[in-house]
Nanobody
Framework: QVQLVESGGGSVQAGGSLRLSCAVS????????MGWFRQAPGTEREGVAV????????YYSDSVKGRFTMSRDAAKNTMNLQMNSLKREETAMYYC?????????????????????WGQGALVTVSS
């Protein structure tokens, strides 16, 4: 089993920055990817970024490329998401997740059905 706990959510003005962290504990041999997702009220959960554990390749959704940076600190068992130039429409609950990403990873990593482990979420509110 894998346990995930997010921290670092909060309120920020549009154009500002926030850093989310995810503390990871436990182990599941089947897990090959860890990602960040977000969900705004009334919308489906969407993928933000993912790291493929075997290769350390990181993929981003087009909407956050160039503004968000995902990183992983294996020694500290944490996963981070640095979010810059935040937009109002990015107000959402942000979740970290771990699971099995089907190949090809760069296309299918956003499929939420592959993620068996989820954190409780961290609320990010972006105001104008």
């Amino acid at each position: 089993q894998v346990q995930l706990v997010e921290s670092g959510g909060g309120s920020v003005q549009a154009g500002g920055s926030l850093r989310l962290s995810c503390a990871v504990s436990g182990f599941a041999a089947s897990v090959n990817c860890m990602g960040w997702f977000r969900q705004a009220p009334g919308t489906e959960r969407e993928g933000v970024a993912v790291i493929i554990l075997g290769s350390s390749d990181i993929y981003y959704s087009d909407s956050v490329k160039g503004r968000f940076t995902m990183s992983r600190d294996a020694a500290k068992n944490t996963m981070n998401l640095q979010m810059n130039s935040l937009k109002r429409e990015e107000t959402a609950m942000y979740y970290c997740a771990a699971g099995v990403c089907p190949f090809p990873y760069w296309i299918r990593w956003k499929e939420t059905s592959g993620y068996g482990f989820w954190g409780q979420g961290a609320l990010v509110t972006v105001s104008s």
